[in-house]
């Protein structure tokens, strides 16, 4: 069965515009669990956006499958990572005028702070995923820093408008699949996912994880976290049915 974690982010981006006290991302990731998410995704940014220390230490505390702590690979927040010490921590790519992440980590050309912070990480105890797109090089080199998975940023498939699109989309992400694959990488997949795109990707061999937030809780608002979390896990399982 294919792993859903959801990503509570958004959650907190509504706490933070009036800059309260709710709503409280722990309170949603124990409702998300409830609701059957096999772990809870966060991103902790320099810039603190959304997501708060204060959120990560008592989401460490309370959730107790899986914590991915998304991050930049930058020191003070893989301190933070080290002494929290989350089930996973994603790599990712972060600039502070972007809405949400665009695109996937240059691991070719950031090697070298990449390399640091997975080594750092993996010191620790933490299983180290990079985010990134779905290209062979950027595969590759994720395996040869040491990383153990990595999440292949399904952005540019989220948001074709044609099936001929989506399908040539569908198609560069089942390749970058199977060559993750076969350099022994864990696979997951993410970003800009919803109920009506998701089954296609849980027939791609080899996925392990899908991390879908904004969808995921612009449906809570209408009926709920449980509920919406709990309509995504059916999709998700109706199509690996499907497949079968």
Do not use: W
């Not at 409280?24 to 409702?31: F, I, R, Y």
């Amino acid at each position: 069965m294919i792993r859903l974690g959801v990503n509570i982010d958004h959650v907190a981006t509504v706490r933070q515009a009036r800059r309260a006290l709710e709503p409280d991302p722990v309170a949603a990731a124990v409702l998300a669990l409830l609701g059957g998410s096999d772990g809870i995704t966060v991103h902790l940014r320099e810039d603190r956006r959304h997501i708060q220390d204060r959120d990560v230490r008592l989401l460490r505390q309370i959730v107790t499958q899986r914590l991915n702590l998304e991050m930049a690979a930058v020191e003070a927040i893989v301190g933070i990572a080290c002494e929290i010490k989350p089930d996973e921590a994603t790599l990712v790519p972060e600039r502070r005028q972007e809405l949400t992440t665009e695109g996937g980590l240059d691991v070719v050309a950031n090697q070298d702070a990449v390399g640091r912070a997975v080594e750092r990480l993996l010191g620790a105890g933490i299983e180290v995923a990079l985010f990134i797109d779905p290209d062979p090089r950027q595969i590759e080199k994720a395996r040869l820093l040491g990383a153990m998975a990595v999440e292949i940023q399904t952005a540019r498939y989220s948001e074709t408008r044609s099936a001929a699109e989506r399908q040539r989309e569908l198609s560069a992400l089942e390749e970058a699949a199977a060559f993750a694959r076969q350099q022994g990488l864990h696979l997951h997949l993410g970003h800009g996912l919803t109920y009506t795109n998701v089954q296609p990707l849980c027939r791609i061999a080899g996925v392990e994880e899908l991390n879908i937030g904004h969808s995921i809780v612009a449906r809570a608002v209408l009926v709920g976290l449980e509920r919406a979390v709990r309509e995504m896990k059916e999709a998700i399982r109706l199509a690996e049915e499907t497949h079968r």
